[in-house]
């Protein structure tokens, strides 16, 4: 069983909000143990626990919230939080939304890394999957399956359009995170551009925090960080949204085609099948989190 984990420094960082375009400020503050993620806005003097619960959106962005407050897109944070095994952690957001920065998670995984992570004397629970479980829709596939680690295979299937099929498997507890999944950026398709604007969508986006494609190129000019950049992508807002269950993961998610909308409709899924995972909290100590080059206190 892993430590329970907070960084060992505050933590700061600045920028547009990818869908409101608002200017947002986040610091990262350390927690002491049993704290969760927590989020607080003190402009609304509210905070709450992260936690499927707390979904209130999933239009083209993952949105938590109470009745008091909301942030939007939390995905790229919570993914570096869950590689790096953070579970204790507040943050403090000015601003509706965390800042979308370059579109991936380099920068604050980065921060994270630079301001180190402290072990903490109390374990951290799992759930450890048992049985398969499976959901499909008309707008993709999610299944996990019993796994000894924490892995996740993705497929993204471009019908009629230069990208093709991309796919690709991660294991968080043997891969690099730093170098494989948190340089992989947002990205859209030209031909939907107009569309979100007319929504009320990606008001803060542009070619410096997203990658769009046209139906034969790329137009970035920066051309991309990795062949397969989109899939990895999806892996990065898949860690994310997977973080909301509360507990970490023991298993192989496999998603064809999934959004956060599928995403968290799984975690639903996945949370009434009582009988398909259980909850482990011995006090066996295993291998560190995953493969970065940092120490613990």
């Known amino acids: 069983m892993r430590s329970q984990r907070t960084i060992k420094d505050r933590i700061n960082f600045q920028g547009v909000g990818l869908h409101t375009g608002a200017y947002c400020k986040v610091t990262l503050h350390p927690a002491p143990v049993d704290t969760g993620i927590v989020f607080y806005r003190p402009c609304k003097k509210s905070s709450m626990s992260t936690n499927i619960s707390t979904v209130v959106d999933t239009t083209y962005a993952t949105t938590i919230g109470n009745d008091r407050m909301k942030v939007r897109t939390v995905e790229h944070l919570l993914a570096v939080l869950s590689a790096t095994g953070i579970t204790n952690l507040t943050i403090e957001v000015e601003g509706p939304e965390i800042p979308i920065l370059d579109g991936s998670a380099i920068e604050i995984t980065q921060l994270i890394l630079g301001a180190g992570i402290k072990r903490q004397k109390k374990v951290m629970p799992y759930i450890k999957i048992l049985q398969p479980v499976f959901l499909e829709d008309d707008q993709g596939k999610v299944a996990a399956y019993p796994y000894d680690g924490r892995k996740i295979t993705f497929r993204l299937f471009f019908k009629n359009h230069f990208l093709g099929e991309q796919l690709m498997s991660f294991d968080l507890d043997r891969g690099s995170f730093l170098k494989e999944i948190a340089p992989a950026r947002t990205f859209g398709f030209l031909k939907d551009v107009e569309y979100y604007r007319a929504n009320g969508l990606a008001k803060g986006g542009s070619l ?37 269950v509360g507990l970490p993961i023991e298993g192989h998610i496999v998603a064809d085609k999934s959004g956060h909308k599928m995403n968290v409709k799984f975690i639903n899924k996945l949370l009434a099948c009582s009988d398909c995972w259980e909850v482990v909290s011995d006090q066996v100590e295993k291998a560190p989190y995953p493969a970065f080059s940092y120490s613990y206190s």
């Open 208 to 244: 410096d925090n997203a990658v769009i494609f046209s139906e034969t190129s790329i137009v970035n000019n920066s051309g991309l960080r990795f062949k397969d950049e989109c899939v990895r992508h999806k892996i990065l807002d898949s860690i994310g949204d997977f973080s909301l």
